[in-house]
């Protein structure tokens, strides 16, 4: 299928009276890679909430792979072929490296409500595990405990745990925040890597990791898309340098 | 290391593991020969109790979801049972030995159904609503006495089957044990299942666990009918070797005792339920001749154990594993010693206290009071006690105040002990 695999239709969201996303149309293209921007409070993380699940939209419509999903349950989202991770690290903290990524594994397999066989006699999912643990580079931590890893350790892990399910879209929710600049390099690489042949939208606030890493980029104001484009239309956008780049400009 | 359960359970089990299991187990199939009838009801019903916990805990400690009603699915597998028997008569298809299947039957369903309603909710929530619904039961049973039988209970009648008569407490215990053992060997497998990975991502993360595409609401259901059906099973037990169903069973103080043990067992291991549960039950029944205060006794327990090693007694086997990898035996082995004293003197300091304070504030006591003479001797531990003698009140004193410095004393030592050999080879 050739058309926009994430579609946003006139998407509205209020919390009460006062509406945070305000009629937001957004195509997201098979295969790019979208960096969402704005300034805090513009409602991105809202537009990542309404669309992986957690939160149902007030109106307009979401479409992904031409199908309606505002509304429907995470859970639903996710087995469309739709992850996200999320801003604040969401992991399982007691439970080890390799454990926390064999729980996101397991999904595909359709095994959750299987207690007949053993889980370590399923064909593929350590084989599957063990290649996404290569892969975000944490092989070396398998036995830990997840809540005892580094911070961008962590990061990692939640990274893996997104792919896991082999999604089509993904969603990153600020995946560098609060990492030092050899993190961030290392975690800009990992991303390009693991998204080979995905589609990702990516919130992030540093411009040099979202320049670097975009192919396009929307920008999010006070709950309204004011401007979408290559990176260099968005750097030269007066719309945007005045609402947003301005401010950032000085940092 | 402590992994607690997910670790335990993904390494294989170690050769010394598998020693101890089976000289367990040979320990269990000979008390039999060992024991008297007495004690071996008594080890009829901790086995019960155990398995009641373990069942508990599946959802508890392993599901995070702490369910203050649990006696309601064991009832519901005691009244199923005792139920069956009567019907059935031990004939046909269920002879006595595969009674005890009703009861989990029953307690499938029933928790299939309760489960349904409280894991819409988590947390404190999941909590009052597994209450509401235990004491729902427990106000409906009185009245509806044509199933629950009234103040009397439902009696029912044990049929010989399989040439035993299941008239002597031998077969009875053989046939808790193998149910047992069975239901303890499949909980321990579930924990190995999908499933049972997933239970602990449910007390983990369970936001998570949507966001990876799994249905936690249907997650949640079947960890708790699981929960209910072993919990139905150790019902059913029951109501086999009593022969009778009372509506007692729905009492919150089943529902209350299973948390306790679990957590004084504790509840990060497979078998700490189990061994907390045993453990209490038979000091409740040992206990119970000697003393009108057992409750508080195990409500102290309680606080002690939480307050002092949160990880419960199993807990204890792992830190000592620990400790003494890290300082080795020799080093550790006198402060156990000075620990084990002080416990021993604070156990001895508060029974005394406890037992003379009930003694005087007893109904009986005080009818024996007459005003202006002096307050009779009351007897305890073999030897008479004046109230108003100083010697009767210094006893308990004396010993709670040479153990509590003893106590402390032992747990600063065995702190500085880990602490100096931090820098040395202290594993990651």
């Known amino acids: 299928m050739t058309g926009p695999i994430l579609q946003l239709q006139g998407l509205r969201k209020s919390f009460g009276p006062t509406e945070i996303i305000c009629g937001v149309d957004l195509d997201i293209v098979p295969g790019e890679r979208h960096a969402l921007i704005g300034p805090n409070g513009a ?9 992986s699940g957690n939160l149902a939209p007030t109106a307009g419509r979401i479409l992904f792979q031409g199908q309606p ?3 429907l349950s995470p859970a639903l989202i996710n087995r469309r072929g739709l992850a996200r991770s999320f801003q604040v690290t969401n992991i399982f903290p007691k439970l080890t490296v390799f454990e926390n990524l064999r729980l996101a594994v397991m999904q595909r397999h359709g095994v959750q ?3 007949w066989r ?5 064909p593929g999912v350590r084989e599957q595990t063990e290649a996404l643990l290569a892969q975000v580079r944490l092989a070396a931590r398998h036995d830990a405990l997840a809540g005892e890893l580094s911070y961008s350790e962590q990061r990692s892990l939640e990274i893996a745990m997104t792919l896991a399910c082999d999604p089509q879209l993904i969603l990153l929710d600020e995946p560098m925040a609060g990492m030092s600049h050899e993190e961030i390099d290392h975690t800009v690489a990992l991303i390009r890597e693991v998204t080979q042949g995905r589609t990702l939208v990516i919130v992030e606030h540093d411009m040099a990791v979202v320049f670097a890493l975009a192919d396009r980029i929307s920008v999010l104001v006070y709950g309204q898309v004011i401007a979408t484009g290559t990176p260099d239309a968005i750097r030269n956008h007066a719309g945007v340098r005045e609402a947003y780049l301005g401010e950032e400009a000085g940092s | 290391m402590t992994r607690g359960l997910g670790g335990a359970a993904a390494r294989g089990i170690a050769l ?5 299991a089976l000289a367990g187990l040979a320990l269990l199939l000979a008390l ?9 009801n008594a080890a009829i019903q901790m086995l019960i109790a155990a398995l009641f916990a373990c069942a508990f805990n599946l959802l508890c400690g392993q599901g995070g979801m702490l369910s203050f009603g649990h006696s309601a699915y064991f009832g519901v597998g005691v009244f199923a049972t005792v139920h069956a028997m009567n019907a059935l008569a031990g004939q046909g298809l269920l002879p006595t030995p595969l009674l005890p299947v009703v009861g989990a039957l029953a307690g499938m369903v029933f928790g299939a159904i309760a489960g349904w309603f409280a894991t819409q909710r988590t947390g404190t929530y999941f909590a009052m609503i597994t209450l509401a619904l235990a004491e729902l039961v427990h106000a409906l049973a009185p009245h509806i006495k044509g199933v629950f039988g009234g103040e009397s209970g439902v009696s029912a009648m044990r049929m010989p089957a399989w040439g035993f008569s299941f008239g002597e407490g031998r077969h009875l215990y053989y046939m808790t044990l193998f149910w047992v053992l069975l239901a303890l060997l499949l909980l321990y497998g579930y924990t190995r299942t999908p499933l049972g990975r997933l239970t602990l991502g449910l007390r983990e993360n369970s936001h998570r666990l949507r966001f990876l595409g799994y249905n936690t609401h249907l997650l949640a259901v079947l960890v708790f009918t699981v929960s209910s059906m072993f919990s139905g099973l150790a019902g059913g037990l029951q109501a086999v070797n009593n022969e009778l169903g009372n509506y007692v069973v729905f009492d919150a103080n089943l529902s209350s005792s299973v948390v306790l043990n679990s957590y004084i067992g504790g509840v990060n291991m497979f078998l700490g339920p189990a061994l907390g549960a045993a453990l209490m039950t038979f000091f409740g029944l040992a206990v119970s001749d000697l003393t009108r205060s057992w409750l508080l006794y195990q409500g102290i327990l309680f606080v002690v154990v939480m307050l002092f090693m949160p990880t419960g007694l199993a ?7 620990l400790a003494r990898r890290r300082c080795g035996a020799q080093r550790l082995l006198p402060l156990v010693g000075a620990w084990l004293v002080a416990l021993a003197l ?5 029974v005394f206290a406890i037992e003379l304070l009930q003694q005087l504030f007893s109904t009986d006591y005080r009818a024996g009071v007459q005003a202006g003479a002096p307050w009779p001797a009351v007897r305890q531990f073999g030897r008479s006690w004046a109230p108003g003698a100083v010697t009767t009140w210094l006893v308990p004193l004396v010993l709670l105040a040479t153990g509590t410095p003893l106590a402390r004393w032992a747990g600063q030592r065995w702190a500085a002990a880990l602490d100096a050999d931090q820098g040395q080879d202290a594993p990651r």
């Open chain 1, 113 to 115: 409500a299987m207690f």
């Open chain 1, 43 to 51: 409602g991105k993380s809202t537009l990542f909430h309404l669309i």
């Open chain 2, 32 to 40: 039999p020969v060992l024991l008297s009838a007495s004690l071996l």
């Open chain 1, 69 to 71: 999903i505002g509304g």
């Open chain 2, 16 to 20: 010394p593991g598998l020693v101890a």
């Open chain 1, 118 to 122: 053993r889980v370590d006699r399923l």
């Open chain 2, 315 to 321: 807990g204890l086997a792992q830190t000592w594993a």
């Open chain 2, 346 to 350: 604070l156990s001895l300091g508060t």
